[in-house]
C-alpha cells in the first residue's frame, strides 16, 4: 500500500497491510514562516518516512489576526514567550472582529499548506492543525482563566468574540483546503475537559460555533478532531462528523482505544503516550504501550500516533523504534 492507500483504509475500517503511523511536535525555532516550517516538517518526513503528516504551525498563529505577538530566544526548540495580547479586561472583548482570512499569519499558513503540497507529492496525506473557535479565544489572554472567568462575567462580549473569529475561521478552512491539505486537524486544547468546561457549558459556549467550522471544513478527505488533555469530552463530541478521533487515549482519565472505538464513527489516533513513555531513555515501554494499542484494537480503524503534540527533547530511537515496529505489525481481519 501507498502511505494515502493504509491511510484512507484504515479510516474506512477496512483491512490494512499494517497500521499507519506519524508522530508531530513543534520546531520552535524553524515556525516563524512557511518556508521554515515546511523545510523541518519535510525533513522530518524524510527521516522517519510517515503515512500521513500533521502541519504543526506555531499555536498563536490563530489569533495572530487580533494583535497576540510571541517571542522566540532564538535558541534551538526553545518554547516562545508571549510578549503582548489584546485582552485586558472583559470589555474588550467586544473589540474582536471578523478579520481577512487571506492576509497576515493566516496567509503565510497557506502559504505553507502549498509548500506542503508540492513537496509532499500526491502519495502522502497530511492534515492543517486549526484550533477551534473558543481555543482561539484563549490565545487571546494570558491565562486560561481569565477566559474562564469571562465566561461567566462578559458573556455578551466573548460571544461576539466567538462570532467574530468563528466567522474568519468559516472562510479560513475552505481556503486550506484548496491550496491542498486533505483534511483540518481540529483541536479543542483546554477546553474540551472537564478541568476546564462541563458537558452541559462546553455545548452552550463551544459546539454552537465548533459546528460551524466542521461545515465549512466538510469536503476535506482527512478531518481530524482531536479532542485534548485528561478528564476529555471525547464521548460528548463522538458524533462530530470527522474521519478520525485524536486524544491521549493513555491517559486513565480517558477512553481507551478500544472503549473509544465502540462509539466513535470513523478511526482512533494515538494510543502512545507524548509525555511518558515516549520521553523515557529505553524504548520497552513505548513498544508496550504499541503492543497495547495492537491488542486493543486488532490494527484495525487505527493510526498509531502520539496523543498529543511530542516534546522537543523526544529520543530519536523510541520514534525509530515505534517506526519499524510498524512494519511488523500484525493485523488480523477481525473486529473492531
Known sequence: MTPRQRVEAALRGETVDRPPVSFWGHFYHRESSAQDLVDATLEFQRRYQWDWIKLNPRRHYHAEP??????????????????????????????????????????????????????????????????????????????????????????????HALESVTRTFEKFVPAVLEAGADGIFFATVDWASRDQLSAEEYRRWARPFDERVLAAMSRGRFNVLHVCKRNNLLFELADYPVHAFSWAANDPSNPTLADALKRIRGAAMGGISHEDALLEPDSGRVLAEFRSGLDETHGRRWLVAPGCSIPPRTPAANLRAIRDAVESAHVTSGPP
Not at 86 to 101: A, V
Not at 110 to 126: E, H, I, K, N
Open 66 to 159: 487580533w494583535g497576540v505577538r510571541w517571542t522566540y530566544s532564538g535558541v534551538p526548540d526553545e518554547k516562545p514567550k508571549v510578549a503582548s495580547v489584546p485582552i485586558r479586561t472583559g470589555e474588550d472583548w467586544s473589540t474582536i472582529d471578523e478579520q481577512p482570512h487571506d492576509r497576515g499569519a493566516l496567509a503565510e499558513q497557506l502559504d505553507a499548506v502549498r509548500r506542503l503540497r508540492q513537496g509532499l507529492g500526491p502519495d502522502v496525506p497530511f492534515v492543517e492543525t486549526v484550533f477551534t473557535p473558543l481555543a482561539i479565544l484563549r490565545e487571546m489572554v494570558r491565562e486560561p482563566r481569565e477566559l474562564r472567568e469571562h465566561l461567566d462575567t462578559h458573556a455578551g462580549p466573548v460571544r
